[in-house]
């Protein structure tokens, strides 16, 4: 089986480095906020290109402490794509906010701007794009419309980390940026992890607060707060691998033009917006019958997946909203459609040439039938 995700050969590379670095925490003996936290901290800020970063056990919770410290709570609105992973809208719905959807472009799968205004109303309080697959959303026509509006910007960064846009890092362009280390992301810890970036010293003091009980100086408490600390074993990994992380977007990049080149005649291969870096994350075609021909390339030895199969407006956990099939049409569309296929930088050129002659196999069953 080709597996949509290998991370043995990477581990398999820094195993010694990843190895003396666990062995000198253990040894250290500082298991929470620690020095490879703060280490990281200051790698990952200048590497993304902001002041300051704030290690987070989540990618999840990084978008709900960014909500919390925008004091975004009950009545208030965030605006958001409903054709992204559910910890997007989960954040929201935490703090109490209502997520307001707004239908995607469908030549990116991101946020579509020109509809962004028509959904804007005096409860809007934050505009929360969601770089998907790892291809930037278009952050210069939503920024010209938040500011305008006065509404603040969270990037939703779990899936983008390293992609450009105008020359500038996601995750430093909005008000804060919110990553994830989860395993299968680009930068993947051995667990969980989170991070949240910005140039607001205000907005990061206050997530540095609420991920220890809200507050600042220990036994003294401001705000009710979580618990929600990267944790110094996965901070050591962590620094151990993000030298490395853009060598591994130049793979996935390779691969990615590779796919596209020869799987272009008979498929529909994913664009990149003039100006955007895309680090694939995901790389995802459309294809129409898509979980027959999915169930094809199993067979053939091939895993793919879907993400996603049900936008958030048609999810139960957002029954409550009233919004039925066809309130997003390119979204539902989408979920018919997408497939992603094996992509990581490992990825040998055997393996994607059996995914290419697997795919054509199973788009030209497809033609007959
Ligand atoms: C993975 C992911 C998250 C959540 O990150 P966790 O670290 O798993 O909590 C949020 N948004 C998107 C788009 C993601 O892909």
Redo the contacts with the bound molecule.
Sequence with gaps: MIPILDLREQYHELKSEITRAVEEVFEGGHFINGPNVHALEKEIAQYIGTEYAVGLN????A?HLALRALDVGPGDEVITTPF??V??TEAIGIVGATPVFVDIDPSTFNIDPSLIEAAITERTKVILP?H?YGHPAPMREIMAIAKKHNIAVVE?C??SIGSTIDGKKTGSIGDVGCF???PS?NLGAYG???MVTTNRKDLADRMRGLRAHGGRVKYHHEELGVNSRLDEVQAAILRVKLPHLDRWIERRRANAQWYSDHLRAFATVPGETEGTLHVYHQYTIRVRDRDRVQEQLKDAGVQTMVYYPVPLHLQEVHASLGLGEGAFPHSEQAAREVLSLPMFPELSAQQREAVRNALREALAAQAVA
């Design positions: 989540s990618g999840t919770d978008l992204t992973f910890a997007t969601v998907l939703d779990a899936q994830s280390f989860f992301k969980d992890g989170g």
